[in-house]
């Protein structure tokens, strides 16, 4: 084997070896001999392989040709349209195709739309070469040329219908079913055009995990129009990523649909006796205390809101800090509820907390009376219900997180109504009533005292319906 074709076995260029030899043959003329075969083959590989790019993501607008191989992920219709000064009508078809690294658009042309129309499926792996430039949803490729390789993989999966873990980065015309887990408020932006753009968000749940979907411009309304708890269809969407998460974008092709369909959604969350600074991580549990809503004056002159929660699971019990529009969550005792996507931090008095941010998503699990217990799904009794500083609390024993008594012996929440009692323990709700927390039981105290979230104190009073109206706080 000479030298020439030692060079063109190892390209990856659409280019047969005739058509090899005759470039490297006129490029020995051109150099007036100062190459010889070798090197004129080599100066020739390297021009071929510059228009090669390792992967769909690095396909850019302005690239004179490119060439890369890719999966095709969806077909579209051909579309006639009136060329100018043409009575012939021009013809085109989109397909979208991805590899490992993102998917992008191409635009076959008149035959090649028409044989693209009979030939072309999802799943075949394609060796494309053309023009790209900016397209309506993105960077698009006018293909020049474009060929089936059938001992190419792409890793790229294609089908009818998707479960959140099968999503990968690359995919279009996804169709997933999820049940809603949270909304987010619609947010308006401007453009580098100078138009308004829309932006909402959801995040849906299913057997296999959660995924955040983000609905742009006419499909952001969708998220104020629909309630968590409800089962939807994601059509048309596509993968992209966000901060090394995959999610699903719903643009003018795509819709978010109510369906009358059964999803489980079953949270994945770390005990909060685990829990370390640092840490972004999904909790879950039993709302114990929610205090009202504040808002506040940030520096830049804007309005923020932000209240407090405090969880408790059966290893622990830690404050959550609900900020922006999650502050507009109701929650209230006795709720079970997940936290997801929450940054845990350094709390007040050495103590660590939660705080869940526009990226978080809060989902009310259950909604009950906050002292009816919660049965596990072992059948166990859990009690978290029971830290609840309700009415009825002098009704209830004291149950610790795995289902043994635990009665304070500040003897509150099992005493006679009318009885004086007095009781310590730490702040855990603000405001009238005051809700204390003395690490084994939660009191709701009535009182006018001016006490902060974290403060130590005690109450002194008459205990009656299940709370303390309190004579002396200190």
Same mark, same amino acid.
Not at 92 to 106: H, K, M
Not at 246 to 272: F, K, Q
Not at 279 to 308: C, L, W, Y
């Given at each position: 084997?000479?030298?020439?074709?030692?060079?063109?076995?190892?390209?990856?260029?659409?280019?047969?070896?005739?058509?090899?030899?005759?470039?490297?043959?006129?490029?020995?003329?051109?150099?007036?001999?100062?190459?010889?075969?070798?090197?004129?083959?080599?100066?020739?590989?390297?021009?071929?392989?510059?228009?090669?790019?390792?992967?769909?993501?690095?396909?850019?607008?302005?690239?004179?040709?490119?060439?890369?191989?890719?999966?095709? /992920?969806?077909?579209?219709?051909?579309?006639?349209?009136?060329?100018?000064?043409?009575?012939?009508?021009?013809?085109?078809?989109?397909?979208?195709?991805? #590899?490992?690294?993102?998917?992008?658009?191409?635009?076959?042309?008149?035959?090649?739309?028409?044989?693209?129309?009979?030939?072309?499926?999802?799943?075949?792996?394609?060796?494309?070469? @053309?023009?790209?430039?900016?397209?309506?949803?993105?960077?698009? $490729?006018?293909?020049?040329?474009?060929?089936?390789?059938?001992?190419?993989?792409?890793?790229?999966?294609?089908? #009818?219908?998707?479960?959140?873990?099968?999503?990968?980065?690359?995919?279009?015309?996804?169709?997933?079913?999820?049940?809603?887990?949270?909304?987010?408020?619609?947010?308006?932006?401007?453009?580098?055009?100078?138009?308004?753009?829309?932006?909402?968000?959801?995040?849906?749940?299913?057997?296999?995990?959660?995924?955040?979907?983000?609905?742009?411009?006419?499909?952001?309304?969708?998220?104020?129009?629909?309630?968590?708890?409800?089962?939807?269809?994601?059509?048309?969407?596509?993968?992209?990523?966000?901060?090394?998460?995959?999610?699903?974008?719903? @643009?003018?092709?795509?819709?978010?649909?109510?369906?009358?369909?059964?999803? #489980?959604?079953?949270?994945?969350?770390?005990?909060?006796?685990?829990?370390?600074?640092?840490?972004? $991580?999904?909790?879950?549990?039993?709302?114990?205390?929610?205090?009202?809503?504040?808002?506040?004056?940030?520096?830049?002159?804007?309005?923020?809101?932000?209240?407090?929660?405090?969880?408790?699971?059966?290893?622990?019990?830690?404050?959550?800090?609900?900020?922006?529009?999650?502050?507009?969550?109701?929650?209230?005792?006795?709720?079970?509820?997940?936290?997801?996507?929450?940054?845990?931090?350094?709390?007040?008095?050495?103590?660590?907390?939660?705080?869940? @941010?526009?990226?978080?998503?809060?989902?009310?699990?259950?909604?009950?009376?906050? /002292?009816?217990?919660?049965?596990?799904?072992?059948?166990?009794?859990?009690?978290?219900?029971?830290?609840?500083? +309700?009415?009825?609390?002098?009704?209830?024993?004291?149950?610790?997180?795995?289902?043994?008594?635990?009665?304070?012996?500040?003897?509150?929440?099992?005493?006679?109504?009318?009885?004086?009692?007095?009781? /310590?323990?730490?702040?855990?709700?603000?405001? +009238?009533?005051?809700?204390?927390?003395?690490?084994?039981?939660?009191?709701?105290?009535?009182? /006018?005292?001016?006490?902060?979230?974290?403060?130590?104190?005690?109450?002194?009073?008459?205990?009656? #319906?299940?709370?303390?109206?309190?004579?002396?706080?200190?």
């Amino acid at each position: 084997m000479g030298v020439i074709d030692e060079v063109h076995g190892d390209l990856d260029a659409d280019i047969s070896l005739d058509e090899f030899r005759d470039a490297v043959e006129e490029k020995v003329e051109q150099m007036g001999g100062l190459a010889d075969e070798e090197t004129a083959a080599m100066l020739i590989a390297h021009e071929l392989d510059e228009d090669e790019v390792n992967g769909v993501a690095d396909v850019e607008p302005g690239m004179d040709e490119v060439k890369f191989i890719a999966k095709v /992920t969806s077909v579209g219709d051909v579309r006639t349209f009136d060329r100018d000064g043409d009575d012939e009508d021009g013809r085109v078809l989109n397909a979208d195709v991805a #590899d490992e690294t993102g998917s992008i658009r191409i635009s076959l042309w008149d035959e090649q739309a028409e044989a693209a129309k009979e030939e072309l499926e999802p799943g075949q792996v394609l060796r494309i070469k @053309g023009r790209p430039k900016d397209g309506y949803n993105g960077t698009e $490729v006018s293909v020049d040329q474009a060929e089936q390789d059938e001992d190419a993989e792409i890793d790229v999966q294609v089908q #009818d219908t998707y479960s959140i873990s099968d999503l990968s980065l690359g995919l279009s015309d996804v169709n997933l079913q999820g049940k809603l887990l949270d909304t987010s408020a619609v947010r308006t932006f401007d453009r580098d055009d100078g138009s308004e753009g829309r932006v909402a968000n959801l995040t849906l749940g299913d057997e296999t995990g959660r995924l955040r979907v983000t609905l742009w411009d006419e499909q952001a309304n969708t998220a104020e129009e629909l309630s968590p708890g409800i089962s939807v269809e994601v059509v048309d969407g596509y993968v992209r990523e966000r901060n090394g998460n995959l999610e699903l974008h719903v @643009g003018n092709r795509g819709a978010v649909e109510t369906i009358d369909a059964d999803i #489980d959604y079953v949270p994945e969350s770390t005990p909060i006796a685990e829990l370390q600074i640092g840490d972004t $991580v999904d909790i879950a549990g039993v709302i114990r205390s929610a205090d009202p809503k504040r808002t506040f004056d940030r520096d830049d002159g804007s309005e923020g809101q932000v209240k407090n929660v405090r969880v408790q699971d059966e290893t622990g019990d830690i404050r959550v800090a609900l900020w922006g529009e999650k502050a507009d969550h109701e929650l209230a005792p006795g709720d079970k509820a997940q936290f997801a996507d929450v940054d845990v931090k350094d709390g007040w008095a050495d103590d660590i907390e939660a705080s869940a @941010g526009w990226q978080s998503t809060i989902t009310v699990l259950d909604s009950g009376s906050p /002292t009816e217990s919660t049965e596990s799904s072992d059948g166990e009794t859990t009690g978290l219900g029971a830290f609840s500083g +309700n009415d009825d609390a002098g009704d209830s024993d004291s149950v610790d997180a795995d289902g043994t008594d635990t009665t304070s012996t500040n003897e509150t929440a099992d005493s006679t109504a009318g009885e004086q009692v007095e009781f /310590t323990g730490t702040v855990v709700q603000a405001g +009238n009533p005051v809700v204390l927390d003395d690490g084994e039981e939660t009191v709701s105290v009535e009182t /006018t005292a001016d006490v902060h979230l974290g403060q130590e104190v005690t109450a002194r009073g008459e205990l009656r #319906d299940g709370k303390l109206d309190a004579e002396d706080v200190f």
